[in-house]
């Protein structure tokens, strides 16, 4: 297999035509060995348009997606970002390429030890990631001036929204199959939320995360 004609397909045929324009973004995606955070029995699967299973039940988004959520949360390099789902800790490479500091939260404590060590085989230093229920965020880390969930959920806790900073954002799916959104929702104030749905994905749900009450007739 041809790891770079793979990388270069999978940008050029995937990634671009889901409106991934940013040069910074698609720079990283060829420069960040995602074959590197891939288990090893599914190496092959590295650069397909598809979810790659993980230990647990979970999985690593398809690279479109994760793309485009990257690209979407337009940070800067002072920022710090709090990630809710480290899985192999892939995302939180692109982010840490991107921003001051990464902390990344993880449920399941067989991932939460491969992303660490995925990072520090990638040499990546400014993201750390810690075993713990994302649904809560890290109170004492905050506040935010990025969150970024990977995966989806019914609907996103006011818990994480108040670690955001006014003028912060935070990126997730949200919504139950088969209708979900990419949704972006920034802090214009101590009390005001801006929502915007730009785009529409299915991913799998994140763990421990409430889903609304179900309607009965």
């Known amino acids: 297999m041809n790891l770079e004609q793979a990388r270069f397909n999978m940008i050029e045929q995937q990634i671009r035509p889901w409106d991934v324009s940013d040069a910074e973004v698609l720079r990283l995606l060829s420069v960040v060995k995602r074959e590197d955070f891939v288990p090893l029995a599914h190496k092959a699967l590295a ?4 979810e790659i299973p993980l230990p ?17 949360l337009a940070l800067h390099k002072h920022e710090t970002v709090l990630e809710v789902g480290a899985g192999s800790g892939f995302m939180a490479a692109l982010l840490a390429h991107r921003a001051q500091r990464v902390v990344s939260l993880e449920i399941n404590a067989e ?16 993201a750390t990631v810690r075993q713990a229920d994302g649904s809560v965020g890290t109170h004492s880390e905050g506040p935010f ?3 970024l969930l990977s995966g989806s ?9 108040a670690q955001l900073k006014v003028g912060g954002r935070l990126m997730a ?10 949704t972006i929702v920034t802090r214009t104030s101590q009390t005001d939320y801006r929502t915007t749905t730009p785009w529409d994905t299915v991913a799998p749900s994140l763990q421990n995360f409430a889903q609304p009450p179900k309607f009965t007739f």
């Open 111 to 126: 991932l939460a030890a491969l992303a660490r060590a995925n990072l520090q085989k990638a040499g990546i230093h400014n």
């Open 56 to 72: 647990g039940g979970q999985c690593m988004l398809a690279p479109r997606v994760e793309a485009r959520m990257l690209q979407d």
């Open 47 to 50: 650069f397909v348009d598809m």
């Open 145 to 147: 001036d990025a969150i």
């Open 173 to 182: 799916i949200v919504g139950e199959e088969p209708v979900m959104q990419a």
């Open 153 to 161: 959920v019914a609907q996103v806790p006011h818990a994480l929204l």
